[in-house]
């Protein structure tokens, strides 16, 4: 049986990145719509414009809370993809209602404030419901190459690893501390290299990661490329984020790329919980890591 889905936030995410494209898998209501696997039961936002195009294009029945789809619909996954600004009323909305599904699907970074991320992670925990979050890149199957070349040294020794972000800490920059923690986890201390810029609901700002051996910069840089740089002994890996493009280079600069499947971000995401829910798999990206980065997020914010 395929798995009832709701969609919670038709914006962007939810379903406007590919609203006009058949062939495309940029929206979570497109690719479970697409899927075989899925079953996309209704969409939820408070937008009346945003419930016609929805109910116009999916034929779906469509709500202004997810209270009331929740009554009316059978539903296994939601996926909550709704502004971090309002992500925390519909916390407030399940816990309160007392809404359980099988799944819960959290936009990254879940929350702008720590303790209402983790009471939200409570409550799924008590209910047994299984969480994802949508760090999309430890979905991909490019992680765990990179993760065993740098267990094998590959790069030699890490001598330090730069960031340039454009997009925000919380937008972009949340991405990128979520990733490395998968291959340098651990204690670090965070040194503050320059004075915030407030952005719309975000700032930019240089901060620093330091750990016994090298350092994590954190550069903001308004009209540079988002990438990422880990410098090693005997070559570098570079990771073009806007573009999906990685590839690790020996002293004499040769370039090796490393696959990736990127264009299928949600496609990856929904594979793993179509896995995980048949007890074929466990979530890639769940709340302990998105709890370790909004730490860390909140940590860089306040000093």
Do not use: W
Not at 144 to 153: A, D, G, T
Request: hydrophobic share 35%; with cysteine.
């Amino acid at each position: 049986m395929p798995i009832t889905t709701l969609v919670v936030g038709l914006g962007q995410i939810g379903m406007l990145y590919d609203y006009n494209k058949t062939n495309k898998y940029l929206s979570h209501a497109q690719s479970i719509f697409k899927s075989k696997n899925f079953a996309l039961k209704a969409g939820v936002d408070t937008s009346y414009n945003k419930r016609n195009k929805f109910n116009k294009k999916f034929k779906k029945p469509v709500f202004s809370n997810i209270t009331n789809a929740f009554k009316n619909c059978k539903i296994d996954l939601i996926i909550i993809s709704v502004p971090t600004l309002a992500s925390d009323g519909i916390y407030k909305e399940i816990i309160k209602n007392h809404i359980i599904p099988k799944a819960i699907l959290f936009e990254k970074p879940v929350s702008y404030d720590y303790k209402i991320a983790k009471k939200i992670f409570n409550y799924c925990i008590k209910e047994d419901i299984k969480v994802f979050v949508n760090y999309n890149r430890r979905y991909d199957i490019s992680t765990e190459i990179i993760k065993k070349k740098l267990s094998k040294n590959f790069i030699g020794d890490i001598l330090k690893i730069e960031v340039f972000y454009k997009k925000g800490l919380y937008n972009s920059c949340s991405h990128y501390i979520n990733y490395l923690n998968i291959f340098f986890p651990g204690q670090r201390k965070i040194k503050i290299l320059n004075k915030k810029q407030n952005l719309k609901n975000d700032i930019l700002l240089n901060f620093q990661f330091i750990y016994k051996k090298f350092k994590i910069d954190f550069k903001a840089q308004k009209y540079s490329h988002e990438l990422i740089k880990i410098y090693g002994s005997e070559g570098e890996f570079v990771y073009f984020t806007e573009k999906d493009m990685i590839f690790y280079s020996d002293k004499k600069n040769n370039k090796y790329f490393i696959k990736n499947n990127y264009i299928n971000g949600q496609i990856n995401i929904l594979n793993n919980i179509y896995k995980t829910l048949k007890n074929k798999s466990i979530p890639m990206s769940t709340f302990t890591d998105a709890l370790e980065s909004l730490k860390y997020l909140e940590k860089v914010k306040n000093l």
